[in-house]
């Protein structure tokens, strides 16, 4: 079982940046694939950003390469999602998610945070 605690959303103007940070504990949590997904109001869930659990590789949705980094801390089971040039169309609750395995582009998580919300105003 991984818990994960998502934190450092906001607002923010559009153009601008922001960092989310994903905690994450439990046992061998350093291991496990990461990854963000987001949800828009009126939208589906849909994926953002994966890393393997070693940090050496990442995929990226279309709507994100380019502007979003993920990268992981696995010294401090923590996990990043840096923002930047945002875009009001960017505004969603953000989950972070971890899964035993990184597929890439089939990413598949089994464990899900709470979300934080970013809004970004244009």
């Known amino acids: 079982q991984v818990q994960l605690v998502e934190s450092g959303g906001g607002l923010v103007q559009a153009g601008g940046s922001l960092r989310l940070s994903c905690a994450a504990s439990?046992?061998?949590?350093?291991?496990?694939?990461m990854g963000w997904f987001r949800q828009a109001t009126g939208k589906e869930r849909e994926f953002v950003a994966a890393?393997?659990?070693?940090?050496?590789?990442?995929y990226y949705a279309d709507s994100v390469k380019g502007r979003f980094t993920i990268s992981k801390d696995n010294a401090k089971n923590t996990t990043f999602l840096q923002m930047n040039s945002l875009k009001p169309e960017d505004t969603a609750v953000y989950y972070c998610?971890?899964?035993?395995?990184?597929?890439?582009?089939?990413?598949?998580?089994?464990?899900w945070g709470q979300g934080t919300q970013l809004t970004v105003s244009s």
């Open positions: 998610t971890a899964a035993q395995i990184y597929r890439g582009f089939r990413y598949r998580p089994d464990y």
């Open positions: 439990g046992r061998a949590a350093s291991n496990y694939a």
């Open positions: 890393i393997s659990g070693g940090g050496s590789s990442t």
